[in-house]
């Protein structure tokens, strides 16, 4: 089972730039959703005019369904300045790789709970680390994507690209970096220091 | 005394650095590290390098000290969480370990314990970032340290070589941002490369030493080619030193490769740093052949 639970406000404001198009994610049976407080930001967006679209889905983690949720969003997506995503980190992810050029903001942090994961068949994965990184990572996830699940950037052990540990696969930071060029957003790693937060566990319960 | 203070006044500064035994043993290495690297500014000790498990860094960097050296305390995120490593800062200092190198660590599967849990619970930012609230009077968790505050030259590393350069440089940056006050780079064997990436890294103002090796013989630079990152020796060195087995092996041409490096270089930083794996007594004649 996971849990994602929506950012602060504070943190919300400082990533909606713009016109905003919201997918939220209602997908499968192991997550459970801020419903509510989605509704509730939503509301709050839209009286203030900034609300560009809004698709409310399942499964948005498998491309395919993806794509074919979104056709008929497509200019609204277009236009939009900032799609923000309402899912689990594996969600977030998928959207990203469908708008490299796009700013695609996490708007959830991911909780593990006790219990089964969801299975998601695809490249992309979360560890449901409670305190979503994606927004400073291009929508590429540090934990899952880095064999030392660093978080403030590159290691010394990546040869012609790969991994230290994993020689057939790519090293995570390269990705993310390359990534960040593409969209245009290496400022976002002038970031404060990330320190992870292994207790995050005992956060859902409080 | 802190490597910053040699900065500070302009010099060249030389490191060198020494890997402790498998064992307890120390009175070898001491002695060595006396005989050729007493000159110097600074001695690095490495922690466990290559995930291998040795002595460790710190009570090889208190022998050093009491033999009159100036130890560079090496420090990796490998092995120890946030708590460990915060009492390991507190207890170099409490040694008068003046220097401290912060590392994320080569992950274990690379060393003789695969099996080992990789920790990285920090990482090499979040370390310097660590020392630094230490020096400031507080723990990780916001604690008040009871006492004076420890103080470190705080140094890090980067790769210039590496084919992910501009990542590395995004990297130094937030090493900087977090406290770092010197830099040591990986080994380098092309200037053109270094001189390109120094050319960057001017821009953070902070002091770097140039990484150097000294060549063995062929067979070592294609091992490294193939498998350490940021390393890469190029075919013309490499048929140097396969031309005359003999002077490789005697060191010769190795010397000369690594004085070479150096003079290319030395222009454009602030320092060497000699990592001579296991020839510590080739590094004065690197040296004075470089002409320092
Ligand atoms: S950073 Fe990765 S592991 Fe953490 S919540 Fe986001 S996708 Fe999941
Ligand atoms: S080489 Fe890249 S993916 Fe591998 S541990 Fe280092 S930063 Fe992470």
């Known amino acids: 089972m996971l849990i994602t639970r929506l950012k602060s406000a504070e943190t919300l404001e400082s990533l909606l730039k713009g016109q905003i198009f919201i997918i939220n994610c209602h997908g499968c049976r192991e997550v459970s959703f801020p419903t509510a407080e989605a509704e509730a930001l939503e509301k709050a967006l839209a009286e203030q005019g900034r609300v560009a679209g809004v698709i409310t889905t399942d499964y948005i983690c498998n491309p395919e369904n993806l794509s074919v949720r979104l056709e008929k969003h497509a200019d609204a997506i277009e236009a939009a300045d900032t799609v923000l995503v309402l899912s689990c980190g594996v969600g977030v992810q998928t959207v990203s790789a469908m708008f490299p050029g796009k700013r695609v903001c996490a708007g959830c942090d991911t909780y593990p709970l006790p219990g089964f994961q969801g299975v998601t068949p695809l490249e992309v994965d979360c560890r449901q680390c409670g305190e979503c990184y994606l927004n400073i990572t291009g929508g590429i996830c540090p934990i899952t994507a880095c064999s030392k699940s660093l978080v403030n950037g590159q290691c010394g052990g990546a040869k012609d690209g790969r991994c230290e540990v994993d020689h057939n696969m790519e090293c995570g930071w390269e990705r993310i970096y390359r990534r960040l060029a593409q969209v245009g957003r290496l400022d976002v790693l002038k970031c404060p220091v990330q320190i992870r937060n292994y207790a995050t566990d005992k956060n859902v319960g409080e | ?292």
């Open chain 2, 1 to 292: 005394m802190k490597i910053t203070e040699s900065f500070a006044r302009g010099e060249f500064v030389v490191s060198a650095e020494v890997g402790p035994s498998k064992g307890v043993e120390t009175a070898s290495l001491v002695a060595e590290a006396k005989e050729y690297l007493s000159n110097i500014t600074a001695v690095n000790v490495t922690d466990c390098q290559s995930s291998v498990m040795r002595l460790g860094s710190l009570a090889t960097c208190i022998k050093l000290r009491e033999a009159g050296l100036n130890p560079i305390y090496q420090l990796t995120c490998r092995d120890r969480n946030r708590i460990a490593l915060q009492s390991d800062i507190l207890s170099a200092a409490a040694f008068g370990i003046e220097n401290i190198l912060c590392l994320t660590g080569d992950h274990p599967t690379l060393g003789d314990h695969p099996q080992a849990k990789p920790v990285f619970d920090l990482d090499s930012v979040s370390l310097l970032y660590t020392v630094k609230k230490l020096e400031e009077g507080e723990d990780l968790g916001g604690n008040k340290l009871v006492g004076p505050a420890p103080s470190f030259a705080k140094g890090a590393v980067v790769s210039p070589c590496s084919d992910s350069v501009d990542a590395q440089l995004a990297k130094m940056e937030r090493k900087v941002r977090a406290g770092a006050q010197f830099f040591q780079t990986q080994a380098v064997f092309e200037p053109e490369k270094f001189i390109a990436f120094m050319e960057k890294a001017g821009q953070f103002g902070v002091p770097v030493q140039l990484g150097v090796i000294i060549p063995k013989n062929a067979g070592m630079c294609r091992y490294m080619n193939n498998n350490v990152a940021g390393v890469h020796v190029p075919d013309d060195m490499l048929a140097e030193l396969a031309a005359d087995k003999e002077r490789a092996k005697a060191g010769i041409t190795g010397v000369e490769i690594a004085a070479r490096v150096i003079k290319a270089c030395r222009p454009y930083c602030q320092g060497v740093h000699i990592m001579a794996l296991g020839w510590e007594a080739k590094v004065p004649e690197v040296l004075k052949l470089a002409g320092i």
